[in-house]
């Protein structure tokens, strides 16, 4: 079984198991640490589906071609075996309570507690105070990943609460072929997925070439794999610090090419100058280290704003998964290339809308036209806006003006004032604490902020932000006396300002913190 400290993966709809065989068929070889001593092995994975077909037949596989057991107890299908006709809204609108209730229950039973097998058949449970992180495989497209997958990320939000990360693998279809209805299902699943996860993971099925849907799977399945993979097992936290770095920056996408020189062919042509945010690439023992520059020009160079260290080179853990992957590399990316992507599905959407095209799949389950209008517009504002402010941010402060940072959320904060460091000053340093808030897990980075010497800044958690608060605590001599025993408290609707970085000194002058009403 997948060992207590990694993440509960659960698979939605059939391109979610399918993936999740790929996945399992590595998973199994890459590490015997996530497996118990049961005989046979159990994945710590739940598989949902509304039809049975694809479940039976990735469960045989596992048990005849890797020894795996997926337990009855953690496979749910619907009784009336329908799909959802690719639509969103009836897969999210499902109608079926005994279906919904068997997942809740499921998903409530593995968050909550230690599953403890008995006999090799039966699972007696025991409650257990530690956290669980989550992933969800599932499609954007069909009915089932994008509807279904949406109403199982809720449920897993309220079995989470704010004691474990949450995150969607998402796969994006083709957009060429496949449903008509695709762009809509893709905006209100992303819409979701803004809402309820803490990061999400975007495959597109177009930049992996393989021969067939099988070899496709294995190819996304070992690049994820890659990038999320540490000695002890998957770690989502780790991902999360290094390629999404906040919450507003929760979009990262997935890429992999057999050799670095082959990479720019299995990147989208479409990306803008500058726009690397922050990336991970995992490479063989056979490439070169000095890689960095070479994946940041693939991708357009990096944003101005978040300076030169923005990508985690790791070498790969030795295993025989791929057969010879010594050139190989995977690649995790957070960059502007995502606002592109979502404006292209948000005005294919809004397009079909605008002419009724297909609406009549959604208003018998009460999704309406507004309902699709809003979901675009919140998802185009969502990851749009922060990068325009960032950008912003980083001019204001090349320009010696007041860096503002009321609209960013608590860990935007650490962000903003890291931009400080590159400017160049080299004073007296304090700590700053940033924090994920919903974990209540805090970090120091040392930063150059003040030039005077300074108490460490208290962060305090709430339910809806974080506060701050820093006082000067030590006087020198060529400190202002009006500043003496200096106190700020921060949070919601706060405008103060983060830096002024006009003197050469950089007089701290205060900060902001918004409330964060979604995740």
């Not at 496709?216 to 999320?228: F, H, P, Q, S, Y």
């Not at 957070?334 to 009724?356: F, P």
């Not at 020198?476 to 103060?496: I, Q, V």
């Amino acid at each position: 079984m997948l060992g207590f400290d990694g993440p509960l993966i659960v698979h939605v709809g059939q391109c979610g198991i399918q993936l999740g065989s790929a996945m399992w068929r590595q998973l199994a070889r890459l590490d015997e640490m996530l497996y118990n001593n049961e005989v046979p092995p159990t994945p710590r994975a739940i598989l949902v589906d509304t039809e049975p077909k694809p479940m039976a037949v990735m469960r045989h596989d596992a048990r005849v071609k890797q020894g795996l057991l997926f337990r009855d107890q953690l496979c749910v299908t619907d009784r009336t075996a329908r799909g959802r006709g690719g639509s969103w809204a009836m897969g999210y609108a499902d109608d079926s309570s005994e279906f919904l209730e068997q997942i809740e229950n499921t998903l409530r039973r593995e968050i909550e507690c230690d599953p403890v097998w008995e006999l090799g058949w039966h699972a007696s449970h025991r409650y257990s105070d530690r956290s669980v992180d989550v992933i969800i495989v599932h499609s954007l497209a069909g009915g089932t990943g994008s509807g279904l997958g949406s109403k199982v990320m809720e449920m897993t939000r309220g079995q989470l609460g704010r004691q474990g990360l949450l995150a969607a693998v998402s796969i994006v279809a083709d957009p060429v072929g496949g449903s008509p209805m695709r762009s809509i299902n893709e905006i209100l699943a992303l819409q979701r997925i803004e809402q309820t996860c803490d990061l999400g993971i975007l495959v597109e099925n177009g930049c992996f070439q393989a021969p067939s849907m099988k070899a496709l799977n294995t190819e996304i399945a070992a690049a994820l794999i890659d990038v999320m993979q540490t000695k002890s097992g998957l770690s989502l936290d780790d991902f999360q610090c290094v390629v999404c770095p906040m919450p507003t920056l929760k979009f990262a996408h997935i890429y992999a090419a057999k050799a670095l020189e082959d990479l720019r062919m299995h990147i989208p042509p479409t990306r803008s100058q500058n726009s690397l945010i922050a990336a991970r690439a995992v490479v063989g023992s056979a490439v070169e280290g000095s890689i960095t520059e070479k994946i940041a020009s693939c991708l357009g160079g990096r944003v101005s704003w978040n300076g030169p260290y923005n990508v985690d080179l790791r070498r790969r853990l030795p295993s025989p998964t791929l057969g010879d992957n010594s050139r190989r590399v995977s690649l995790a990316v957070n960059w502007t290339y995502t606002a592109s992507m979502v404006s292209e599905l948000q005005r294919d959407a809004t397009e079909k809308i605008r002419h009724g095209a297909f609406m009549h799949h959604y208003n018998v389950y009460g999704v309406d036209e507004e309902t699709v209008f809003g979901a675009a517009q919140d998802v185009h504002d969502t990851i749009n806006n922060v990068n325009a402010l960032l950008e912003q941010c980083f001019h204001d402060a090349e320009e010696g003006a007041t860096l503002i940072a009321n609209h960013l959320g608590p860990v935007e904060l650490g962000i903003a004032a890291r931009l400080v460091q590159g400017l160049g000053y080299s004073r007296k340093k304090i700590n700053l604490a940033v924090g994920c808030w919903w974990t209540e897990s805090f970090k120091a980075e040392e930063l150059v902020l003040h030039p005077y010497d300074m108490g460490h800044i208290h962060v305090t958690n709430s339910h809806d932000l974080v506060a701050m608060s820093y006082k000067i605590n030590e006087a020198t001599a060529d400190r202002p006396s009006d500043t003496d025993g200096e106190k700020l408290f921060l949070g919601s609707g706060s405008e103060a300002h983060i830096l002024d970085s006009s003197d050469p000194a950089v007089e701290l002058v205060g900060c902001s913190v918004a409330t964060s009403h979604g995740r």
